[in-house]
């Protein structure tokens, strides 16, 4: 298992809100037929990863833009590169699992996507040229890690957003551009349109 510098714990937790109400609540659309039989013995698992999802999502996106409110997106910078960590051990301790973000083209080279995520991420692309909406493209598995043990894995699309573009988009103001250039000399994030898929988050939950 990798450590992914800002958005990466491996955390044992006991996992909130995995009871019935949770089985009633995992949908099974868009989901190829092989990972709707997975969902069906895995109810409880999807819904943590979903939780951890959307509460990560927003707890960022607030961060986010709160900062860029007082700092501008210079400011925000540290939002990404300091602050990210803790707030995702929380979530990630609450939830009981382990949670990233990943995408084809990142800005930290420790997000860079595994094997599985990158062929995720190539089908999330698909899907969208066919025409799914790309805010609900969503995918899981049940797999093997690298040391044999039983995990269920899932991805998120995230979607460009207005917001992002200040420091994901064609052309970054000059001093965003400069600090983004010294923190991350591989940068390959830039150049997004809103709507583009930027990327996913991804969430691994060990199951024995
Ligand atoms: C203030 C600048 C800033 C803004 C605004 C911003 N990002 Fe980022 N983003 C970053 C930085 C810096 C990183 C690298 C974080 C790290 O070191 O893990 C990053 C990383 C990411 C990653 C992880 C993959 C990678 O490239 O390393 C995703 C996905 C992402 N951003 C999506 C978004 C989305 C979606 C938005 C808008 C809702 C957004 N970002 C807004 C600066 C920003």
């Known amino acids: 298992m990798r450590f992914r510098t800002i958005l990466f714990l491996a955390v044992l937790a006991t996992v909130a809100g995995c009871g019935d109400k ?5 949908p099974a659309a868009q989901q190829p037929p092989a990972a709707t039989a997975a969902a069906n013995d895995h109810a409880a698992d ?3 990863c979903r939780t951890a999802v959307g509460r990560l999502g927003q707890t960022l996106r607030g961060a986010l833009q ?7 997106a210079i400011g925000a910078l540290e939002v ?8 995702t051990k929380t979530i990630s301790t609450e939830e009981g699992v382990i949670i990233g973000r990943t995408s084809l083209q990142v800005r930290n080279p420790a997000n860079a ?7 995720r991420l190539t ?6 040229a066919a025409g799914e909406g790309a805010d609900a493209l969503e995918t899981w ?3 093997d890690d690298a040391a044999g043990h039983r995990t269920f894995r899932y991805l998120k699309a995230i979607v460009t957003a207005p917001m992002c573009l200040q420091c994901h988009g064609p052309e970054l103001a000059t001093d965003v551009a400069a600090a ?7 940068d390959a994030a830039t150049g997004f349109a809103v709507g583009d898929l930027r990327g996913a988050f991804t969430v691994s939950k060990p199951l024995s």
């Open 22 to 26: 949770a089985k009633q609540e995992a």
């Open 46 to 48: 999807l819904t943590a």
């Open 66 to 72: 709160e900062s860029i409110a007082a700092n501008g």
């Open 80 to 87: 990404c590169n300091v602050e990210a960590l803790p707030l």
């Open 113 to 119: 996507p595994d094997d599985w995520e990158r062929a």
């Open 123 to 128: 089908e999330f692309a698909t899907r969208k």
């Open 141 to 143: 598995e049940v797999v």
């Open 180 to 186: 983004v250039k010294k923190l991350y000399p591989d």
